[in-house]
Antibody, heavy 125, light 111 residues
């Protein structure tokens, strides 16, 4: 059964760069039918989609964060990563990685069907 | 793209049915069946409960059902139970840009 696990520093200083990694186990990241994404949730707030990446490296970013975020994939390690530059207190959140389908049929439809447990990131001044 | 709009809270008594609307536009909800719903209990990761507007993943209770009318998708929980108390989010996908978006979220309270 495929599982996702986020890892990264729990504390980042304001104006620095946040780096997170999602490790995929129980399946290959090199799937033609899946994108891999990052979603975050600020304290007491809703879900915010950040970005998604295909195993080939093709990426899509939220317009609200484009310019500060970069996603990458390492197929040899079965991992994908997120970098957020110039962080502020507004980037304090629980960051989730998740799997999304690339098509729509009776079994799936561009939904995020598998999620990691989340990792908490606090930006300090 | 803007977040999809949901009511902040919905409540109901055990055994009742409640419906959570998710309002979008013709660019997302209205013209495509790419709406999904997620349940999130406190301190836990979201869990997919509806995809493609009306479909339930294996293992999800049939008390959860989805529908759509115009630019608004809806999640209905029938036979409300204490364990249904959680936050619920709708989500959609923009085929033209390959971007994803979530709704503002609804807190369900079982009275």
């Amino acid at each position: 059964q495929l599982q996702l696990q986020e890892s990264g520093p729990g504390l980042v200083k304001s104006s620095e760069t946040l780096s997170l990694t999602c490790s995929v186990s129980g399946g290959s990241i090199s799937s033609n039918s899946r994108y891999w994404g990052w979603i975050r949730q600020a304290p007491g707030k809703g879900l915010e989609w950040i970005a998604s990446v295909f195993f080939s490296g093709n990426t899509h970013y939220s317009p609200s964060l484009r310019g500060r975020v970069t996603m990458s994939v390492d197929t040899s390690k079965n991992q994908f990563s997120l970098r957020v530059t110039s962080v502020t207190a507004a980037d304090t959140a629980v960051y989730y990685c998740a799997r999304r389908s690339t098509y729509c049929n009776r079994d799936t439809c561009f939904d995020f069907d598998i999620w990691g447990q989340g990792t908490t990131v606090t930006v300090s001044s | 793209q803007s977040a999809l709009t949901q009511p902040a809270s919905v409540s109901g008594s055990p055994g009742q049915s409640i419906t959570i609307p998710c309002s979008g536009t013709s660019s997302d909800v209205g013209n495509f069946n790419y709406v999904s719903w997620y349940q999130q209990h406190p301190g836990k990761a979201p869990n997919l409960i509806i995809y493609g507007v009306t479909n339930r993943p294996s293992g999800v209770s049939n008390r959860f059902s989805g529908s759509k009318s115009g630019n608004t998708a809806s999640l209905t929980i029938s036979g409300l139970q204490a364990e249904d108390e959680a936050d619920y989010y709708c989500g959609s996908y923009f085929a033209s840009t390959a971007l994803s978006v979530f709704g503002t979220g609804t807190k369900v309270t079982v009275l």
